[in-house]
Every structure is written in C-alpha cells, then in structure tokens.
C-alpha cells in the first residue's frame, strides 16, 4: 500500500446565499482537477457562504447539494468534503459532509458554534469524525473548533498491536476572517506540533454578506509545524501529497504522543 495521500486543497470566493451559482462554479473547479487526486476539499458552507439564513438556505440529507457530491465524487473518483446547512428534525447543522466515490458517505456537525450568532441558528454536534483512506485516518473538523485543543487532542490507542496515535491529519474547513489570521495561523501550527500529525486548513477569499473580507491562507502544515503551502488573497487550486513515511519518522524520532494526556473520551464515527 502506498504511503502517500494525494490531497487538493480549493480556496476560493464564495457567491453570498447564491447556492445554484456556487455549486456551477464548484462543478467547473472539481472537473478542471488532474486526474491523481484522491482527496478534495472545500471550505465551510461552501454553497452559501457563513450564513444565518437558515430558513431559507438549508437541506436535508436527501437534498440536491448532497446528491450532487454524490455525482461529483463518482464522476470524478475523488473523496470530497465540505460543510453545508442541514436541517434535519427541525433542528439545524454546520455539516461537514465526507462523501465516497461510491456513494457512501460519514458526516460531522461542527461542535464549537461562533457566539456572534452561528450558536443561536444552529444545533452543535456531540461526535467527533475520524475516517479512513488508504491507511490514512483523518480528524474532521469546521472553523472555530480550531480554537479549542481538547477536541482535538489525540485520543491514543491501545489494543494488540501496542499504543498507537487516534489519527494521522486534521482538517479544518473554514470561513475564517482576515481580521483574525494571526490566531488562524498560529492555531493550524499548534495543532500539528501538539498532536503530531499533518494539518490542512482550506479557507475562502473575498467579502461576505456582512462585509468582512477573507483573505484566505489555506495551509498544509506537516508533524514538525512546518508550513508546506499558504496562499493569501487570491483563488487557487493545489494539490500535494501527504507523506506517511515522513510522519512516521516524526513520530518514531520525538514519541512524546505516547505521554499525551486522555481527557475526553468520544464516540467517532469511521468510514473506509
């Protein structure tokens, strides 16, 4: 089995509560992509931009932005994921939904909702996500939830095989503000050194419904907190592959992820 994940990251500016326009604009991105991509991903809300407008806005399950990743993914043979609105009970969700080329699909609704309103429209979700691709597991997770360690502290495995870490990358889908980059890049950077892993941060660019302007930064962080990819201001599609030798050879070099402290115990869904 091959170590390497070929992962593309797609920043870019989102059409405000415009879900036909951005889902055709999404749809020209994905089919532009070489074909040796296997992972591809989009930012939080990636058909409305961070928007209240619940009511109006949101889908259920069986709705057409779901089916269309369905399509999406088969037709291009990539595992895609991005966060929608979804109401479900009557109840709404941040999703972040991880969908296979082959229909199936795991979801996570974001945890951490932002006190400037998103905690008032939307229901916070009690699971974390960890799934599986080639060998790959993968932490999934939406914006402000990069603020909060402890949902994201590697939960450390033991079974026949001896202790093991819970993942191998985070990734954080994100409408996250210029105004508040100096956090988002520390932040993304803590994450990967404190629990050993790769992290991917895959932002928007351009001004939302409510005049704040994003400048984007998307990054790629490996084990050591090395940045391997930023972009500012502008739209950009890139693709790189992660490298689980690399991460090994961290982790076998500076096991300190054995000595991590257990505080939380969650149920994670996985999908392979």
């Not at 070929?6 to 020209?28: A, C, F, G, P």
């Not at 932040?187 to 790769?198: G, H, M, P, S, V």
């Not at 961290?250 to 096991?255: A, L």
């Given at each position: 089995m091959s170590t390497l994940?070929?992962?593309?990251?797609?920043?870019?500016?989102?059409?405000?509560?415009?879900?036909?326009?951005?889902?055709?604009?999404?749809?020209?991105?994905l089919q532009s992509l070489p074909n040796a991509t296997e992972l591809v991903i989009l930012p939080e809300m990636f058909t409305t931009g961070f928007s209240m407008q619940t009511n109006g806005l949101a889908e259920t399950m069986e709705g057409p932005t779901v089916q269309w990743m369905k399509v999406m993914a088969k037709n291009q043979r990539i595992i895609l994921t991005g966060s929608i609105i979804i109401e479900e009970k009557n109840y709404y969700y941040n999703r972040l939904i991880w969908m296979l080329p082959n229909g199936e699909y795991a979801y996570y609704d974001k945890r951490h909702l932002f006190f400037a309103n998103e905690n008032k429209y939307y229901t916070p979700g009690q699971k974390r996500l960890v799934t599986s691709v080639k060998g790959w597991k993968i932490l999934l997770l939406i914006c402000y939830d990069l603020r909060f360690p402890v949902w994201s502290s590697q939960q450390i495995q033991n079974n026949a095989t001896g202790?093991?870490?819970?993942?191998?990358?985070i990734i954080y889908v994100a409408n996250w503000p210029e105004a508040r980059m100096l956090a988002w890049r520390a932040?993304?950077?803590?994450?990967?050194?404190?629990?050993?892993?790769?992290v991917i941060g895959v932002?928007?660019?351009?001004?939302d419904g409510n005049r704040?302007?994003?400048?984007?930064?998307?990054?790629?962080?490996d084990p050591l907190g090395a940045i391997l990819y930023c972009k500012k201001h502008e739209e950009d599609i890139f693709s790189m592959q992660l490298d689980k030798e690399h991460l090994n050879t961290?982790?076998?070099?500076?096991?300190f992820w054995k000595d991590a402290d257990m505080f939380i115990r969650c149920n994670s869904g996985d999908v392979t």
């Open positions: 994940l070929h992962v593309t990251l797609i920043q870019s500016n989102i059409y405000w509560e415009d879900k036909k326009r951005n889902v055709d604009m999404w749809q020209n991105k202790k093991h870490p819970e993942y191998d990358a932040l993304l950077q803590a994450r990967a050194i404190e629990n050993q892993c790769y932002n928007r660019i351009g001004e704040l302007y994003h400048s984007g930064e998307s990054m790629v962080i961290v982790r076998q070099s500076f096991p």
